[in-house]
């Protein structure tokens, strides 16, 4: 799948699709619409946040956000915003 390919290129960790909830890095699933990618952070990862302010946590996940959006968008694919917050985005096709 191409989304995998890009991500993958560009150093981003994915993990498979029938992994566990809690195995961490970036999932890509296949929805009716398109393309889901969720990213799925570490307790020390969440706990560092919590530590820092909900503040720190949300800004990160914005960037990560922004920069699979930035590179799928510069593959071609159309990115539209998360259906649900632990969602990072999801492309249509």
């Known amino acids: 799948m191409q989304v995998r390919r890009a991500l993958m290129q560009a150093g981003f960790i994915l993990v498979t699709e029938d992994a566990e909830a809690e195995v ?3 999932s ?12 799925t952070v570490s307790d020390a990862f969440t706990a560092l946040a919590n530590d820092q302010g909900e503040a720190c946590g949300d800004t990160i996940q914005e ?20 259906l649900h917050h632990a969602d990072l985005l999801l492309l249509t096709s």
């Open 24 to 26: 961490i890095g970036l």
């Open 28 to 39: 890509v699933i296949e929805v009716p619409t398109g393309v889901l990618v969720r990213w």
């Open 63 to 82: 960037a990560v956000r922004a920069a699979v959006s930035a590179l799928l968008l510069q593959e071609g694919h159309t990115v539209t915003r998360p």
